[in-house]
DNA sequence: GTCTATATAGGGATAGAC
DNA sequence: GTCTATCCCTATATAGAC
């Protein structure tokens, strides 16, 4: 899926790669779409742990910065995101995925603002959670196509705002 | 592509879908690479042209986040991203179009800033210009997963911002 | 320009031997 | 658990009639 997309990873792809015969693939997994979810569950799994761990880091916005550029994750995300236009469970679960990160996400921010003293009526933490997961992850989509205009000021911008919350300062505005 | 992802738009399908026999699409499109290009660089162009007008707009920079959040276009996008993983020619096309966005929307931030009197190096246009527009490609991407959690109170943040950069008024912060 | 028909390839999935 | 063999379907693409 990462390096040829989702529609190149059928049962044969799969089998050949993993040194087994195709039918094998139907004996761990009764069709493709159980496949597809297994792997979007196990790597979601994997990342959420990642990202439960970033909450004890000494930063933790930066670590969660750092986890959502990561560019492996932003290709296989877009890849399911496309799987996810017809694919409904692919669709549930990568709701119920981006749900739980979002509140991870959310919670790391709200600690830190708090701690830093942000208005969180000013700067909801939900919204700074998305903005800052979100900006990340296209920067790592237009990296993997080339585009890199424009990557190194709004790095070197957030880079500025992430300092801002890092340590516990008084007068942040966002 | 739209509907049902890049991998149900077969020559079959857009033949039935257009009427006419499946043998025809092969007499406008050599291969299906050529078909899908087509399909990118008369949406690329539209979209252009789109943004160009938006220039001339009252309020440029909310024109550009209105176009960039239409949702027919981001799920698209997301698909030719996908897309992109593994074909060259449309990862190219894809680059070359995206750069050129980029150039209109910092070219119309560029304008608005300078006429609010914002510090254009604490705020890069081009920075400024990507964040919008990510932004918007991210609300759209997750709405069409059904995913909502912080669209509320991130459109607001940047209504917000956006309501600061409409009319020139002093000391913005961005 | 649009069609029917077909070549060739590869897909998902199952049956049944070992 | 892993294999071989196979069914059936659909894909891209081409040939050639009209």
Chains 1, 2 share one sequence.
Do not use: C
């Amino acid at each position: 899926m990462h390096d040829e997309g989702y529609a190149a990873a059928t049962s044969r792809q799969i089998a050949a790669r993993a040194g087994v015969k195709q039918a094998l693939v139907y004996y761990y997994f009764p069709t493709m779409d159980d496949l597809f979810l297994e792997v979007l569950k196990a790597g979601a799994d994997t990342a959420l742990a990642q990202m439960r761990t970033a909450l004890t880091a000494d930063d933790p916005i930066r670590a969660l910065w750092t986890i959502s550029s990561d560019p492996r994750r932003t290709v296989l995300n877009t890849e399911f995101m496309a799987l996810a236009n017809h694919r409904k469970a692919i669709g549930s679960e990568l709701k119920s995925y981006a749900e739980r990160v979002r509140d991870i996400e959310t919670a790391a921010v709200t600690m830190v603002m708090r701690a830093n003293g942000v208005d969180l009526n000013a700067y909801p933490p939900v919204a700074i959670a998305m903005l800052i997961a979100q900006i990340a992850r296209s920067l790592g989509n237009e990296a993997t196509v080339g585009v890199t205009e424009g990557h190194e000021e709004l790095r070197a911008l957030v880079e500025r705002h992430l300092a801002l919350l890092s340590a516990p300062t008084p007068s942040v505005r966002g």
